[in-house]
T-cell receptor, first 109, second 113 residues
Framework: GQNIDQPTEMTATEGAIVQINCTYQ??????LFWYQQHAGEAPTFLSY??LDGLEEKGRFSSFLSRSKGYSYLLLKELQMKDSASYLC??????????WGAGTKLIIKP | IAGITQAPTSQILAAGRRMTLRCTQD?????MYWYRQDLGLGLRLIHY???????GKGEVPDGYSVSRANTDDFPLTLASAVPSQTSVYFC????????????FGPGTRLTVL
């Protein structure tokens, strides 16, 4: 079956670093995606990895290990506005996204 | 219009009624998608369209139908609503099928009583 696992909730302090992990198991693999979703809003695209390694984009970085079926999203210099849910999704062999339930990130001052 | 819009924003519906959720994009994207999002579950694909004139079934298509008469519009119809269809519905689009980035509409919150 297809499955995406990520923690339900995490808490971090403003200014700190947090790593949100995701493990995936899908029928085929065409990339790993991270989206951000603020409460009551639509998801917005953060990152895309299809090759192993780290992709850095400003304060956000995303890592992929295809052999381990593992990814993480790294958020640096946390700001209060980073409080949101972070959704991990894997694109399967049919080019459809299989989504995790999301990790709710709470930032404390 | 800028991006992708959905209507209505929210709706309360009696069970058994027919309802169409509207979705329009102005980005000339080929692919469009309908998802539902329920608490504690990931987004689940209902139906998709890789290009105008074609549609396909996603993970949870039962009780829903779609059409794609043109590039811009992708309506989702509930023929006879049931309480289990209470959810937040998101329409999304991408430049191509399997595209790197999907753009989401603001969502429709639907309650079926």
């Amino acid at each position: 079956g297809q499955n995406i696992d990520q923690p339900t909730e995490m808490t971090a302090t403003e200014g700190a670093i947090v790593q949100i992990n995701c493990t995936y198991q899908t029928s085929g693999f065409n990339g790993l995606f991270w989206y951000q979703q603020h409460a009551g809003e639509a998801p917005t695209f953060l990152s895309y990895n299809v090759l192993d390694g780290l992709e850095e984009k400003g304060r956000f970085s995303s890592f992929l290990s295809r052999s381990k079926g593992y990814s993480y999203l790294l958020l640096k210099e946390l700001q209060m506005k980073d409080s949101a849910s972070y959704l991990c999704a894997s694109m399967d062999s049919n080019y459809q996204l299989i989504w995790g339930a999301g990790t709710k990130l709470i930032i404390k001052p | 219009i800028a991006g992708i819009t959905q209507a209505p924003t929210s709706q309360i519906l009696a069970a058994g009624r027919r309802m169409t959720l509207r979705c329009t994009q102005d980005m000339r994207h080929n692919a469009m998608y309908w998802y539902r999002q329920d608490l504690g579950l990931g987004l689940r694909l209902i139906h998709y369209s890789n290009t105008a004139g074609t549609t396909g079934k996603g993970e949870v298509p039962d009780g829903y139908s779609v059409s794609r008469a043109n590039t811009d519009d992708f309506p989702l119809t509930l023929a006879s609503a049931v309480p289990s269809q209470t959810s937040v519905y998101f329409c999304a689009s991408s430049e191509l099928a399997g595209g790197k980035e999907q753009f989401f509409g603001p969502g429709t919150r639907l309650t079926v009583l």
